[in-house]
């Protein structure tokens, strides 16, 4: 017997997010590619987590996750979201925010259905899509401004066309979507009846004072929308695999039924320890948004004398950059060019495009401690 791959997986190979890093491994350099955000975990969640251990909190959660960790979800999103959810019945605490989008793709879509993406958009939520056995349709949205329409998010639907992923801020340009963009999602929405998946994980990290708008509470997107978010951002915890999202009682019953059987539940004693993080005052946020602006300043003005022009995120931790100076065939050539002659790694802007828009740019991420971003942004200085 041959063994080969399942024909979802056809044309799938492995992110050119994961494959420059293994480069930048291989030459030692400054990894300002993958989004790892190897800062310091808050010593209020990573010591809760601790206890959580050490008491031997290490059993299965219910699949929903722990109460404590769910009404705390609760409380912030009242707070922070203006989304009001049932902790026993509207929220889901999943293996990172990827395993909501997971959940949403198996419990709610069937295979054939078309899942609308807009161009630059987060590679995994492409792939993820196609081994649920969806077809994935594209909205390309124009840069610098990437700025979403109603006759574009029209133009861009097909007949099995059941969902749009909309995320915000967005992974890799920085965009956030205005409260007038959202309402025009919504009347598309309305029309053609469509299931709205949201990435949010990026929401607490914004700059110049902007307002992040979680689409569910523009119009009426609550009732069709599956809010998903993250804390490996916020708290500094890539590794540890926890998100969460909230959405109608019947969605969230269904996508924590496949939760189950896909994860089980999320990380126990680390379920402990994020829910000791919402309890963080405000200033902490504060202070981390102040010292991502710090950084995002340093890189894009980096970035500028360097001639690779930025375009300069509103919000995120990643930074789009024109590399047409550099002559280069492609993006995934550019980087490697870049990689070579600074020591620096980026990701190539063909890993967020299906269109040749992305040939011409490079993703970098700045969630970096500043002495390694300060490093690496004299290196790019060099070229």
């Given at each position: ?153 029209r133009a861009a639907c097909q007949d099995n066309t059941r969902a749009v992923v909309v995320c915000t801020p967005s992974n890799p340009s920085g965009r956030m979507f205005t409260r007038e963009e959202l309402e025009d999602l919504a009347t598309v929405a309305r029309e053609r009846d469509l299931l709205v998946l949201t990435d949010e994980i990026y929401e607490q990290i914004r700059y110049d004072g902007r307002e992040h ?171």
């Amino acid at each position: 017997m041959t063994l080969a791959r399942s024909r979802r997986l056809g044309g799938l190979v492995q992110s050119d997010i994961r494959a420059m890093t293994r480069e930048c491994d291989r030459v030692g350099g400054v990894n300002l590619g993958q989004g790892v955000c190897d800062l310091p975990t808050p010593p209020l969640v990573r010591d809760a987590a601790i206890a959580a251990i050490q008491e031997g909190r290490s059993i299965y959660s219910y699949p929903e996750g722990i109460a404590d960790l769910r009404h705390a979800i609760a409380r912030k999103l009242e707070r922070d979201n203006g989304i009001t959810a049932d902790p026993e019945s509207e929220i889901l605490v999943t293996s990172g925010s990827a395993g909501a989008y997971v959940a949403a793709l198996h419990a709610l879509l069937d295979p054939g259905d078309g899942i609308l993406l807009m161009e630059p958009y987060y590679g995994y939520h492409l792939g993820t899509a196609k081994v649920a056995g969806l077809e994935p349709q594209f909205l390309t949205l124009a840069a610098p401004d990437y700025r979403l329409t109603a006759d574009a998010l029209r133009a861009a639907c097909q007949d099995n066309t059941r969902a749009v992923v909309v995320c915000t801020p967005s992974n890799p340009s920085g965009r956030m979507f205005t409260r007038e963009e959202l309402e025009d999602l919504a009347t598309v929405a309305r029309e053609r009846d469509l299931l709205v998946l949201t990435d949010e994980i990026y929401e607490q990290i914004r700059y110049d004072g902007r307002e992040h708008v979680s689409p569910a509470t523009v119009s009426d997107l609550a009732d069709r929308t599956i809010t998903i978010q993250g804390l490996s951002k916020t708290f500094s915890i890539t590794g540890w695999r926890l998100g969460y999202c909230v959405g109608p009682a019947d969605a969230v019953a269904a996508m924590t039924l496949v939760h189950d059987l896909f994860a089980i539940c999320a990380p126990t004693p680390l379920q402990y320890g994020v829910a000791a993080g919402f309890a963080s005052p405000p200033s902490f946020f504060e202070d981390m948004r102040a010292e991502y602006a710090r950084k995002r300043d340093l890189i894009c003005g980096t970035l500028e004398r360097a001639g690779l022009a930025p375009i300069w995120p509103e919000g995120a931790y990643y930074v789009l950059a024109d590399v047409s100076r550099l002559e280069c065939a492609t993006s995934k050539e550019a980087a490697l060019l870049l990689l070579e002659r600074t020591g620096v790694a980026s990701v190539p802007g063909s890993a967020f495009h299906q269109s040749a828009e992305g040939e011409r740019l490079v993703r970098f991420c700045y969630a970096k401690d500043m002495d390694v971003l300060t490093e690496g942004c004299r290196r790019l200085a060099t070229l």
